[in-house]
T-cell receptor
Framework: GENVEQHPSTLSVQEGDSAVIKCTYS??????FPWYKQELGKRPQLIID?????GEKKDQRIAVTLNKTAKHFSLHITETQPEDSAVYFC?????????FGTGTSLTVIP | GAGVSQSPSNKVTEKGKDVELRCDPI?????LYWYRQSLGQGLEFLIY????????KSGLPSDRFSAERTGGSVSTLTIQRTQQEDSAVYLC???????????FGSGTRLTVV
């Protein structure tokens, strides 16, 4: 099965700085890579995703990059704001099934 | 419904009792998933349904855990003879199909005392 590793487990940045979270996966057949944001006490919510035929995708302050050869993908948040503070999960998979990373707790310091 | 609905939102049970958790997915979503999230931990996969069948039960932690889905819609996760280590938030998610992100429910917080 797929094995997804996520780093770092915790990340603190000053407001306005950028944050980068990295994930690696093991199954070269994985072709879909979503990212979820989970605020304290709330459900995970999809924030951005990327498919294997694309190398980069951007949505306002959030971007995701994918390197299929190296089997890693990253989430980039620019101009961070306090409301970006949350736990972020990456996932990788194909078809209907995805495997999640262990999460990154991001704290944006005002 | 508009979102994935889970009930109850909170459940406190005595060790050794059975509990049943319910998930009502978004209408039309054929795929349904159960995950478990312990305090401060990641998302642990439990089981996945495609329609009414469960092609992957590999995540169920023991034979005390079972799940079913009827009518391609509502799913129940049953934990028999609960143990304290079963305490966690149980999250249900559904998706429309291939390579589409999940929508999660709000979860059931289970506390075994």
């Amino acid at each position: 099965g797929e094995n997804v590793e996520q780093h770092p487990s915790t990340l603190s940045v000053q407001e306005g700085d950028s944050a980068v979270i990295k994930c690696t996966y093991s199954d070269s057949a994985s072709n879909y890579f979503p990212w979820y944001k989970q605020e304290l006490g709330k459900r995970p919510q999809l924030i951005i995703d990327i498919r294997s035929n694309v190398g980069e995708k951007k949505d306002q302050r959030i971007a995701v990059t994918l390197n299929k050869t190296a089997k890693h993908f990253s989430l980039h948040i620019t101009e961070t704001q306090p409301e970006d503070s949350a736990v972020y999960f990456c996932a990788a998979g194909r078809g209907n099934q995805f495997y999640f990373g262990t999460g990154t707790s991001l704290t944006v310091i005002p | 419904g508009a979102g994935v609905s889970q009930s109850p939102s909170n459940k406190v049970t005595e060790k050794g009792k059975d509990v049943e958790l319910r998930c009502d997915p978004i209408s039309g979503h054929t795929a349904l998933y159960w995950y478990r999230q312990s305090l401060g931990q990641g998302l642990e996969f439990l089981i996945y349904f495609q329609g009414n069948s469960a092609p992957d039960k590999s995540g169920l932690p023991s034979d005390r855990f079972s799940a079913e889905r009827t009518g391609g819609s509502v799913s129940t996760l049953t934990i028999q003879r609960t143990q304290q280590e079963d305490s966690a938030v149980y999250l249900c998610a559904s998706s429309l199909g291939d390579r589409v992100g999940y929508t999660f429910g709000s979860g059931t917080r289970l506390t075994v005392v």
